[in-house]
Every structure is written in structure tokens, then in C-alpha cells.
């Protein structure tokens, strides 16, 4: 789960990181109000979306030459400006696609006389099991070419969770941003705070881009972006309660209403799975007879009846969907089971894309008796392979 940056600098701070003062906006209105509450004279407009590449981004329905997703404002005149041609607009980024993500909210924030950036982040290292720290001197808008084109310019360095953060680790950080003095000390400290936050908070990512030192000496978190674990969502109703739905595809909300794995892509051939091995197999020989998967759907090893039903809905409400195939190998989960949530579902919403089933497995021979005498328009299949290349021929038939 994801949260905005004017979310996640307060989760920080609350740890005692040095952030700028902000405030949150819904209107233009609340834009200049939020503005008036700080020092001033310098402010900054940022628009909140859950994407990367704002200060470089483009809106839709404004101008080629007009300024990016985060601008600075010298006047209050110039905060309600920039508020008004960002609220409602489509932001387009580099991580957003060419759908861009509409502008809800924005975030007014003092601005800040900027000596140096830097970059820092978190992240959890799956070779070691350890929270990983990645540091670069190249902070700011440009981090993805740094890692792109001069790799050497990033130190990455794990925590044992053993030990947890030591004296070592912010002497490491400080060494590696070429800081002395008490610089290096405000720059362990922060590590320190962020690791804190990192693992009280369940994250999965924090990064912070960059992480400036002031002209007056001051080491601060310029810009925030958190990701937490959803697994372990439970534990945090206060991180919940932070959750943006309209920045997230409706069909993975519903989704995750039924506990279903659930991924939207961009490809044409619906999947719905049970085991991610398998389905990840099954978009695999998708892509190989020349077609892409519009999803990752996994319905699990237990899936009901009304779980199956509501993960063939999903896939059929997605627009770019031309076929659907159906890949189940029954262990726990039974293929008869697999076959009447099939059937409820087509006869709740209806088929006009070709479908595919393959079944193996737990009741194999009573799920394919079932669909058989359904009386749908069904395309059966005796493996994987054999399934992959009917539905991307059916796929290729009808478009």
C-alpha cells in the first residue's frame, strides 16, 4: 500500500525526521489558506499522486511549454496560480504511463534554501533477508539516470535485524554523502530515525529524494515516498486510514475484498489461477504464442464458489480483455468447484470474448462434465500448452 508524500513526511516526522512545514490541500481556496500558514516568502506547490517524476511531469490538458507537477511560488497570487492549473488535471510522468493519474490533492510546503541533494532509501533485500540502505550523492529528479549510466555513485549496505542500526551504519551514510563534522552526525541521525520508522511502521520502501543539506547547515527530508507491507496492514489502522482509493485500479480494490491475488497489466488475455507459480507459468506461454496477459490472478488453493464468480467478474470488467483462459490444477482446490463459479459467473454477466478452460486434477472429470453440459460457448483444453495457443488464436480471430 502506498501513501502520498505529505502522508508519509508526517509518518516520519512523527519519528523526529527533520521535514519542511506543509500543509495539505483539497481546493485552490485551501491552497492559498495553507499558504498564508507558512513562513513564506518562498513556497512550494506540489502535486500529490502516487507516482515518481512529478517535478518533470506534463498535464494533459495544459500547454507543451507549462511547468511540471511541482512548482515554487513566490506569492500567494502565484500558489493559487499553480493550484488552479493542477487540481482536476491529468499529471502525465514518467511512472505514471501515458494515462497519467488526476491531481485530488496537493501539498503546500515551505520552501527551502538548498545547499546540496542528496539520495537515501529503504527497501527490503530479499538475498538477505535484511533492510537495505541505498545512498547516492546524485539526489534530485535525475536519481534513475545516475543509477542508469554511473552505478559506482550509489553505496548499497544491508541492517542485520540482529543488531539493528548502529554507530556504523550513519558513519557509513555519512562517509558515503562526503559529510563531516556535524553534518555527519545530523545524517546518522537521521538513518537512525528513518531505519525506526522503516520497521515499527511494517514499509516496504522509503525513499527519500532528495534529502538536501541547507545553506544554513541543516540536514532535512526534502521529499518522502512510503510503500508498506499489505500483509502486514492488520497491525496499522493508522497506516490504513491513509489509504487513497482513487489512486488505485478498482478491479485490485475488488479484488482484494475476496482475498484474490489480483495484478492489472496491459495486455488482452485475461488469467485466472489458482497457485502464483502457475499463473505466473501461464502468462509466461502467453507471451510466448504472441500475446500479452491483461492480469495476475490468483484465486488461491482455497477458493469458493462466490471467490471464483467475483475473479471472473474482475477480469470481465476489465475493457482491454479479448479472451479469458481459465488455468486450474486441482490440489486442495477442486476443479467442480473451479467450474460452477465459472458458470455463475457467465450467467451473471454474460460472455462476448472466447473462453478457455483447462482443468486438471481434484474432480477433474466431474468439472469437465459440468461445464460440458452447461451449454456455454466454452473452448476446452487438455494441457497448458494446448490452452495458451487456442485462446491467443481465439484472441487473434476476433480482434
Not at 500558489?79 to 490533492?105: F, Y
Not at 545516475?146 to 543488531?163: G, M, N
Not at 463459479?341 to 462434465?369: C, F, Q, S
Request: proline content about 3%; overall charge negative; charged content about 25%.
Amino acid at each position: 500500500m502506498n501513501i502520498h508524500e505529505y502522508q508519509a513526511k508526517a509518518v516520519i516526522k512523527e519519528f523526529g525526521a527533520p521535514v519542511s512545514a506543509g500543509v495539505a490541500a483539497f481546493t485552490v481556496e485551501e491552497a492559498v489558506a495553507a499558504a498564508q500558514q507558512l513562513p513564506g516568502p518562498l513556497y512550494v506547490v506540489k502535486s500529490q499522486i502516487h507516482a515518481g517524476g512529478r517535478g518533470k511531469g506534463k498535464f494533459k490538458e495544459l500547454s507543451a511549454d507549462a511547468k511540471g507537477g511541482v512548482r515554487l511560488a513566490f506569492s500567494l497570487d502565484e500558489v493559487k496560480k499553480h493550484a488552479s492549473e493542477m487540481l482536476g488535471h491529468t499529471l502525465v510522468t514518467i511512472q505514471t504511463g501515458t494515462e497519467g493519474k488526476k491531481v485530488n490533492r496537493l501539498y503546500i510546503e515551505d520552501g527551502s534554501d538548498i545547499e546540496k541533494e542528496f539520495y537515501l532509501s529503504l527497501l527490503v533485500d530479499r538475498e538477505t533477508s535484511h533492510v537495505a540502505f541505498v545512498v547516492s550523492t546524485e539526489g534530485g529528479m535525475d536519481i534513475e539516470a545516475v543509477a542508469h549510466d554511473t552505478p559506482e555513485k550509489i553505496l548499497t549496505f544491508s541492517v542485520d535485524p540482529a543488531t539493528g542500526f548502529m554507530p556504523h551504519h550513519g558513519r557509513r551514510i555519512a562517509a558515503a554523502l562526503g559529510l563531516t563534522g556535524d553534518l555527519a552526525k545530523q545524517a546518522a541521525k537521521v538513518g537512525q530515525q528513518l531505519y525506526t520508522a522503516f520497521t515499527v511502521k511494517d514499509m516496504a520502501m522509503l525513499e527519500v529524494n532528495p534529502l538536501i543539506v541547507t545553506k544554513d547547515g541543516k540536514i532535512k527530508c526534502l521529499d518522502a515516498k512510503i510503500g508498506f507491507d499489505s500483509n502486514a496492514l492488520f497491525r496499522h489502522p493508522d497506516v490504513v486510514a491513509l489509504r487513497d482509493e482513487t489512486e488505485e485500479d478498482a478491479k485490485e480494490i475488488e479484488a482484494s475484498k475476496y482475498e484474490l491475488s489480483y495484478i492489472a497489466l496491459d495486455g488482452t488475455i485475461g488469467c485466472m489461477v489458482n497457485g502464483a507459480g502457475l499463473a505466473m507459468a501461464t502468462m509466461d506461454i502467453i507471451k510466448l504464442y504472441g500475446q500479452e496477459p491483461a492480469n495476475f490472478l490468483d484465486v488461491g488453493g482455497g477458493a469458493s464458489k462466490e471467490k471464483v464468480t467475483a475473479a471472473f467478474k474482475i477480469i470481465t470488467a476489465d475493457p482491454k480483455v479479448k479472451g479469458i483462459l481459465v488455468n486450474i490444477f486441482g490440489g486442495i482446490m477442486k476443479c467442480d468447484i473451479i467450474a460452477e463459479g465459472v458458470i455463475a459467473a457467465v450467467k451473471e454477466v454474460g460472455l462476448t470474448v472466447p473462453l478457455v478452460v483447462r482443468l486438471e486434477g481434484t474432480n477433474v472429470d466431474l468439472g469437465k462434465k459440468i461445464i460440458r453440459e452447461s451449454g456455454l460457448n466454452v473452448i476446452p483444453a487438455d494441457d497448458l500448452d494446448d490452452a495458451a495457443q487456442k485462446i491467443v488464436n481465439a484472441v487473434k480471430e476476433v480482434s
